[in-house]
C-alpha cells in the first residue's frame, strides 16, 4: 500500500476549522504546523494561535498534532542563532498552554521552517554531499521556489547545525516519520534532520488567489496542473517507502488543497498514524 504523512502547513487560517473536520470525517491523521502570531506574507496580513486559537484547540482535541512553524514565519537564512531560537521558544509557550487548555497532552514535538529554509536559504541539505542524489534532491527542493539560489557560507552552514541542536536539546525530533526508506533520503542529510520535512510537496500555495499578482511564472497555475504533479511523481507512486506531503491551510485555498488531497486518495495513497 501507499503511505503517507499528511503536514500541513501555516495554520490557523479562517479554513482551519473545516479541514479539521474534512480530515476527521474521513479520518485521516495530519499534523498541522502552526504559526505563533499575526505576520504578512507577499503583503496579505495573517494570523496566528494569538488571534485564532480556536480551531487549533478544536484540532488538538480532535487528537491532531500542532507542530511549532514559528512566530512570525520568517525565512530563518535573515535570522540570527538567537532570534530563530526566540522565534521557537515564543511559540511553544502558545502551542503548550493551547494543549494544557484542551485537557490534552502532548505526544510530540514537530518543528518545520517557513519554506524549508533552514538558515542557509534554497541549500535546503549542503549539496556539496549529496553525492549522486542532488539532482533528485534539488528538483523535489528548488523547483519554483520563491527563493534566490546563493550558496552558504560556512557561518551559515555553522548557524544550521547549531539551530539543529539547539531544536534537539529542546525535544524535537523527526523519529515519528518511520519508513521513509527512498535512498535519496536515508543516505543523505535528509534523516539526520531534527526539524520536519517533506519527500512530496503539493505546490497548493502556487494557486493560492491571493498571490495571483506573483504567481505569473510559477510552474503551476492550476489545480489540473498540481493533480498531473502528483500523477506524474513516481516516488508518490512508490509503495517501497513512505511519504510525507506537504500542503498548506492558506486562506482562500481549502477547496484546492483538499481538492489534491482526495485527489491522492484515489491514487491509492493511505494516510497513515503519526506514532
Ligand atoms: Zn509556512
Known sequence: MKQAYLTIDDSPTKHTNDFVDWLAARDIPAVFFCIGSS????????EGMEQRPAPILK?????????????????????????????????EKIIETLYRQAGKSR????????????G?????????????????????FLKGVNLKAVTPTAAD???????QDFLRAEGFSADVYKDITFDWYKDTELAEAVDSLCTYSTSDWMINPDFKEYAKDWPYQSVEALKQKIADDSWLASEESSNIILAHDHNHLFTHTTALLEDMLHQGIHFREFK
Open 59 to 91: 484540532a488538538i482535541s480532535h487528537g491532531y498534532i500542532i507542530g511549532n512553524h514559528t512566530y512570525t514565519h520568517p525565512r530563518f537564512s535573515d535570522l540570527s542563532l538567537a532570534e530563530m531560537k526566540e522565534q521557537v521558544l515564543k511559540t
Open 39 to 46: 505576520y504578512t506574507d507577499l503583503g496579505i496580513p495573517c
Open 107 to 118: 505526544s510530540h514535538k514537530l518543528f518545520r521552517f517557513r519554506d524549508l529554509d533552514r
Open 157 to 163: 552552514f555553522e548557524k544550521k547545525e547549531a539551530f
Open 120 to 140: 542557509c536559504g534554497t541549500w535546503v541539505v549542503d549539496f556539496n554531499k549529496t553525492g549522486p542524489h542532488t539532482e533528485t534532491i534539488q528538483e523535489l
